[in-house]
Each structure stands twice: as C-alpha cells, then as structure tokens.
C-alpha cells in the first residue's frame, strides 16, 4: 500500500510529515499519533532537540529505537508526558519533604527542558526503557508538536535523541533524516529544535536537595532558586574533563546516569579545545591551522562569533556569540555535524566560561573532543 501524501516527502520506509512548530493544525499529527500507538518509531522536534519516540510500555518498540540507534542497552531512556497526570502511572510517590521539592521544580520548570529521575513503578514501562534500574527519568517538553503527539497518541513516549549514537543530536530534521532515514517508521518536522542542547537531569538527592547528573538547559543557577541544595554528580560538575576542578578521569568514573560515560557528540575530525585568554588562543590555534595545513590535512575552526576572524581554516563556523551563549548552545551541533559534510579532519575549538548554560556547552565540546583540552 502507498500511503504517500503530499506532506509525505519520506525515504526509504521513513515517512515524513511537514507541521507548524509552533501550532500544529487539528489532525496534522494523527498519522504520526496512530502509528505510535501501533508501536511505530516516530522522531519529533522538543525544546532541546529532536527525540526518536516510541511507546514506552512496549519492549519491542522500545527495541526498536535502540536497533535504529545502535543505543547501547545499559543505557536507560527518558520518558515524555504531556500531563503530569501521567506521572502517577509511571512513578512511585516520594516522601514528604521530596515530593514537595518534586512539586515545586514541576512547577517552575514544566513544561521545560528539565528531567526529573523518580523512583519507577515496577512494570509500568518496558525494562528496556529503565536498563534495569529502579528509576525512569520523566519530562515534559516545552514544544507543541511534542506536546499534541504525546497526548494525541495516548502513550508516554520513551524518546532518546534521534540521532546514530555517537553521533551530535539533531536539531533540525534534516539531521535526523541524515542519520535515521529507512531505519525508523516517521519525521513529524516542525523545524529547528529550541535549545539545541539536551535537557538537564536531576535526581533528588534526598531532602530539599537535587543533583544534577547531566548539565542542560535548566542552568544550576535557575536550580538554586527552588531548592535549598544543588551538587553535581562528578561528571557532571564545571571544568569536569576540562582538565580544571574535574579531571578526564572524573569522566571516566561510573556516572549516576549511564550515558554521560559514553562518548558523545563527536564530529569525524579530531577535535581539541583550546582555553586560555583570547589572544593567546588564537595565536595558538593559527600556528596549528598554519602547520596542519603544511601537511596536507583539511582544517576546521570552531569559534565565537567575537572571534571568528582570526582565523584562515579551510573551514571557520561560528558557534554562536560569547555576549550571547543561547545562540552558541542553539549552534553547537549543527557546526559539528558541518565540520563532517565538510570533510575536515583537524578542528580546533575556542571555550567559553563554565556559568549558565556556558556549563552545558563546554560539557559537550568536552565530551565532543574526547576530553582532548590544551591550556594555552
Ligand atoms: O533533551 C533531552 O533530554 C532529549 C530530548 C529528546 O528529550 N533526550 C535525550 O535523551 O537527550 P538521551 O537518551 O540522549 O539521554 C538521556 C540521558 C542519558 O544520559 C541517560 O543515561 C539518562 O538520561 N537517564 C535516563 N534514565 C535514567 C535514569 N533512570 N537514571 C539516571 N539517568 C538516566
Ligand atoms: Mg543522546
């Protein structure tokens, strides 16, 4: 059967849907809703970035984004509601003085780009969106496509970042096609994601106290306006594999959410950061350019826009600006996956400072060169 459509521009078996992301019209998401109540795999634009859904109840959906991934097993999924309604089938309760915590960071950041791991509801959802743990990281996020597919579908959605694992998350469909195309049933398109970085996970750490496993979105200093504590998990704090207050090494422990130990993010090209004060920064990285040039290898700069002419790669992006980090966490990704189209196999990458969501980025650029940090 060819149930091709006008708004259908699909690949291989994928279909795709073009809707507003910003006010999805009656019916545009219908589709999209019924296959994943038949236990379709459907990538959706969030706030952050773009999520590959599935029904979180049923394992061989579930299976499914990890095979069209290449997820590794042990690492356990988040789970997207619309309604926190929902959250009562999904979680157990808390006691007291965490609820009330829970309640207030609901509150404050939901719909947003904050994931909260509470303890699970023993069978609520398939094992393999928990990797076997005794928690489920939920959220809800802040997109009206994602909202309306959630709550069209009937399902709370078990949705990872839609991209190859290994590979920097989509922030625009194009990128998931790239990496997912023929592999899953769905793209519902809606545009660029918001943020461009994932959410932040937090666990409640017990009394009026939350940790963060994962930086995001949701910057620590937002996180202090509600709750009386906020710690880090270690590989998750400032300057954690950036060679300061954190070492590679920190990375490389156990991590409290399983895949913050994976390497993440990366373009093809070796990538290394570069901290220090500006002008030293980019003296050292025009002499690398200049030399790495001198032996033939194809050179990338990655840098604020402040900065940006400098310097004479072959290929120069700019991140986004300093006095602005939104605009670099929105361009982060999407450099990365243009250093790749564009074959470059040297890249060199400017740091920004480890406040706001500068803490997100620089956890990323990190993760993205490998931990490969010279301080000049
Ligand atoms: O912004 C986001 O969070 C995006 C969009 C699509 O919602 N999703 C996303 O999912 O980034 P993913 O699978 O790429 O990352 C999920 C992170 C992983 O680091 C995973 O280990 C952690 O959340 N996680 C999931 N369940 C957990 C749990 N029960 N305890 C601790 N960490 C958990
Ligand atoms: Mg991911």
Sequence with gaps: MNTNTNTNTGVGNTRVWQV???????????????????????????ETVYGLGADAR?????ERIFGAKGRPSDNPLIVHIADTAQLAELTLPLGAEEAALAERLMARFWPGPLTL??????????????????????????HPVALQLIAESGCPLA??????????????????????????????????????LESTVVEIAGGDSVRILRPGGVTAEALREVAAHVAYDAVAAPGAGMGEGGTAADAAAAPRSPGM???HYAPQGLMQLVKGEPDAVS?????????????????GVLAFAEHAARYDADCVLVVGSLAQLETAAHGLYGALREFDARGVQRIWAETCPEHGIGHALMNRLAKAAGHAVVRV
Excluded: C, W
């Excluded at 019209?25 to 809703?33: C, I, V």
């Excluded at 049923?58 to 579930?62: D, F, Q, S, Y």
């Excluded at 393999?128 to 996020?141: I, K, S």
């Excluded at 990128?175 to 049933?185: A, K, T």
């Design 283 to 299: 003296a050292y990285i025009r002499a690398e350019t200049a030399a790495a040039r001198e032996r033939g290898e194809r050179t």
């Design 117 to 142: 791991v509470l303890p699970v509801k023993p069978g609520a959802v398939s094992p393999r969106v928990t990797a076997g743990l005794d928690t489920v990281a939920v959220r809800m996020p802040a």
């Design 159 to 196: 949705a990872p970042s839609a991209n190859r694992s290994g590979r920097p998350s989509p922030t625009l469909a194009a990128h998931v096609r790239d990496d997912l195309s023929g592999r899953i049933d769905g793209i519902v398109d809606g545009g660029a994601a918001g943020v461009g």
């Design 20 to 46: 507003s992301g910003t006010a999805p019209q009656a019916g545009e998401l219908a589709e999209a809703a019924a296959l994943m109540r038949e236990g379709g795999t459907i990538a959706f634009p969030t």
């Design 261 to 263: 130990k994976y390497a």
């Design 58 to 62: 049923r394992t061989e959906a579930v």
